[in-house]
C-alpha cells in the first residue's frame, strides 16, 4: 500500500485530489504507522459514510480523529461513552426556558459535523440505537419532532478490544451502519521509536503553522469526483462474486458452512463507493482491483458472523474472508 504522504494523482490525470492528498499529508505526519488508518478515514469522509475503529488503548485512535477535525471545515464533538449515558445526552434534550416561558429544544453533541463516540461498546443499548438513526437517516426524533443532522455529518466511533466488563457489545444491525470497521494493531520497534521521538518533540517544540482547513465546498466536489470513477462491469462483477462467496458455495471455497450470517447487499455497495474513493484518492479516474481488494477485509467482514462452531474453533470473520480472496479472483 502506498504511503499515505504519496497519494495523489498520476501522470496524466487531474489533480482535483491534490486538497484530500495534502490533508492525508498532514495526518501522517502526525499518526506514525497509520497510513492505513489515514487512507479509510479519508475514503470515509469522501464518501459519506461512518467509521468504526477497534484497538488496544495507547493507538492514537482519538488522536487521529483529531488531526482529521483540525482538518476539515466543521463543527467537533467527543462523546465519551459510560454505561449510565443516556439518548439524550447524544440527541439533545427539551427544555424550559424562563425568558420565554415555553419548552425549547437544546441540541445535543450529535449536531456537529464530526462527532467522535468514545468506547461506543461503552454505551448502553437505548444510546447506540440512538445514534442509530442519526447515522442511518441523518436525523434524530426528540419530543416527537424529527430534526435534520447537519451536511456533512460524520460518525467516528472507536471501541476497545481489551475489556468485556461494563460494555455492550455493539448489535450487527449497528455494526452494518459503519462503512468500515478498521482493526489497529501495536507497532513494530522502528515505529514505536518514531512514536516516543514525535511526542518528545511535540513537547519542546513550538506547534507547526497550521494549515487552512478544507472547506465545504471542495470537500463537496470532491464527492462529486469520487462518485464519478468508473467502475468497470468487471470490477463489479468482482464485487458481487466476493459478497455471492459469503452466501452460497463456491468452486475452490468452503466457508459457506462457516458463515452465521452473509454479507448483505448493503456490504456491495460499501465496498464499490469505497473502491471509488480510493481510487479517487490514488490519482485514477476508475477503480482497480487492487482497491477492491485492499478495502474488502475492513469493509465486509463486520457485516459476516461465523457460526458458533467456527468461533470455538478459533476462526474469525477476517480469516473467512481472507480463503474468499485467495479463491475469487477479478476477470
Not at 459535523?113 to 426524533?141: C, F, H, W, Y
Not at 460518525?155 to 489497529?184: C, K, W, Y
Not at 481488494?293 to 478459533?314: E, I, M
Amino acid at each position: 500500500m502506498q504511503d499515505a504522504a504519496e497519494i495523489g494523482p498520476r501522470p496524466g490525470t487531474t489533480a482535483t485530489n491534490a486538497p484530500a492528498r495534502a490533508l492525508a499529508g498532514r495526518m501522517a505526519a502526525a499518526l506514525v504507522g497509520h497510513e492505513a488508518l489515514v487512507e479509510r478515514l479519508l475514503v470515509a469522509l469522501l464518501t459519506g459514510g461512518h467509521l468504526l475503529i477497534e484497538g488496544p488503548p495507547g493507538l492514537a485512535k482519538t488522536r487521529s480523529v483529531r488531526c482529521l477535525a483540525e482538518g476539515i471545515e466543521g463543527r467537533f464533538a467527543r462523546i465519551q461513552c459510560t454505561p449510565d449515558l443516556m439518548p439524550s445526552d447524544i440527541t439533545g434534550t427539551r427544555v424550559f426556558r424562563a425568558e420565554s416561558g415555553d419548552m425549547g429544544f437544546l441540541p445535543g453533541p450529535v449536531f456537529h459535523e464530526l462527532v467522535l463516540v468514545d468506547e461506543i461498546n461503552r454505551a448502553p443499548p437505548k444510546v447506540q440505537s440512538a445514534l442509530l438513526e442519526a447515522m442511518a437517516e441523518g436525523q434524530v426524533t426528540v419530543g416527537g419532532e424529527t430534526r435534520a443532522l447537519p451536511d456533512p455529518f460524520m460518525v467516528i466511533a472507536t471501541q476497545n478490544s481489551l475489556e468485556n466488563e461494563g460494555t455492550f457489545p455493539l448489535p450487527e444491525a449497528q455494526l452494518d451502519r459503519f462503512l468500515m470497521h478498521v482493526i489497529l494493531e501495536l507497532p513494530g520497534e522502528a515505529e514505536e521509536r518514531a512514536i516516543l521521538d514525535l511526542v518528545e518533540g511535540e513537547l519542546t517544540q513550538a506547534p507547526p503553522e497550521a494549515a487552512p482547513p478544507l472547506d465545504r465546498e471542495t470537500l463537496a466536489a470532491m464527492k462529486r469526483a469520487v462518485a464519478g470513477v468508473h467502475l468497470s462491469p468487471a470490477l463489479r462483477h468482482y464485487i458481487v462474486a466476493l459478497v455471492m462467496a459469503t452466501r452460497r458455495e463456491t468452486e475452490g471455497l468452503t466457508v459457506t458452512g462457516r458463515i452465521r450470517h452473509a454479507v448483505s447487499p448493503r456490504g456491495s455497495l460499501a465496498l464499490a463507493a469505497c473502491a471509488r474513493a480510493r481510487a479517487f484518492l490514488h490519482g485514477r479516474d476508475h477503480a482497480l482491483p487492487e482497491d477492491v481488494a485492499a478495502l474488502a477485509p475492513d469493509v465486509l467482514c463486520h457485516r459476516l458472523a461465523p457460526t458458533w462452531r467456527a468461533l470455538a474453533a478459533g476462526e474469525t470473520a477476517r480469516g473467512l474472508l481472507d480463503e474468499i480472496l485467495a479463491a475469487v479472483r477479478p476477470l
